[in-house]
């Protein structure tokens, strides 16, 4: 596809990547990947501030790298907002295109944040499996947990593709695929549509069904550590549900045995 002109000048202290691919799972999600500034550095899980060089004073939104900290490109995961000020426009890029990016990273979704322990629990809904996705391909995960289980609640069946997609790529990864292989277990279940596995993830948990199903035993902060990625309520109760089991949330300058991080929503 042929580039479409800028609008607007690039502002100053931003990278311009250009987008290399784009893939639309549903109507309402779609991932792409852009170039990667040589110049950026960042560690897996963290998230970037992404925006469209089409105003004058453009408008960012959080975007979690979805690649590792290795790769030489970068992934995002975006859910479509009809009249979201940036998603609304950012759903009709094509390769070529130019994306705009903020030079800094952050976030607390990171291996630095927890202790070591045997299992890594990465719980996510809807686009907050995307730090998750950078996390299960960066080799530093591997090194710190022996056992990594990612569970992707969704409201319908099409949303978790791109999960089921990842998890089915890494064993045949060339750089990682050696290190993933049967280490990692999906458990994904969606709520508005018939599946295989209905239900909340905190409701599969609280329920024992989640245990059951995969024949573990039960999440205890001695041997494990959680990492929680969604919208704001689900955040809340898994968080609430941690704690009540013993888990205390960590930070880089005190590592401990869960984190979590709000998804980008709009
Ligand atoms: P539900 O369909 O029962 O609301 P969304 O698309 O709204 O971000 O939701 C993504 C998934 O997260 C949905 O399957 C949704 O279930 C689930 N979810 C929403 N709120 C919570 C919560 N408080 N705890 C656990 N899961 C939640």
């Not at 060089?53 to 004058?56: L, R």
């Not at 979805?66 to 790769?71: K, L, Q, Y």
């Not at 607390?108 to 944040?113: I, P």
């Given at each position: 596809a042929e580039a479409r002109p800028l609008q607007f000048p690039i502002p100053a202290n931003v990278y311009a990547e250009t987008v290399l691919s784009v893939k639309h799972y549903t109507d309402r999600l779609f991932s792409f990947r852009i170039t990667r500034p040589q110049s950026l550095r960042f560690r897996s899980g963290e998230f970037v501030m992404i925006g469209l060089?089409?105003?004058?004073k453009p408008v960012y939104r959080a975007y979690s790298v979805?690649?590792?900290?290795?790769?030489e490109e970068l992934e995002f995961f975006s859910i479509k907002v009809p009249d979201g000020p940036l998603t609304s426009e950012l759903q009709k890029i094509q390769v070529g295109d130019t994306v705009i990016m903020r030079q800094k990273s952050t976030g607390?979704?990171?291996?630095?944040?927890l202790t070591p322990a045997k299992r890594l629990f990465m719980i996510s809904t809807g686009t907050g499996i995307a730090p998750f996705a950078s996390l299960l391909r960066d080799p530093d995960t591997y090194e710190k947990f022996d056992q990594l289980i990612l569970t992707h609640t969704c409201r319908h069946n099409a949303e978790l593709i791109y999960g089921q997609e990842l998890v089915a790529a890494l064993e045949s990864d060339p750089l990682i695929g050696e290190l993933t292989t049967g280490r990692v277990t999906l458990y994904n279940s969606t709520t508005r549509e018939e599946s295989a596995r209905m239900g909340r993830i905190t409701a599969l948990i609280g329920s024992g069904k989640f245990y059951s199903d995969l024949g573990i035993e039960k999440l205890n902060p001695e041997t494990d550590r959680v990492m929680i990625c969604g919208s704001m309520h689900m955040l809340k109760d898994v968080k609430e549900l941690a704690e009540s089991l013993g888990f205390q949330e960590g930070s880089l300058s005190h590592p401990s045995s869960f984190v979590v991080e709000r998804a980008f929503v709009g």
């Open positions: 060089p089409n105003a004058e979805a690649s590792p900290a290795w790769d607390t979704l990171v291996v630095d944040a």
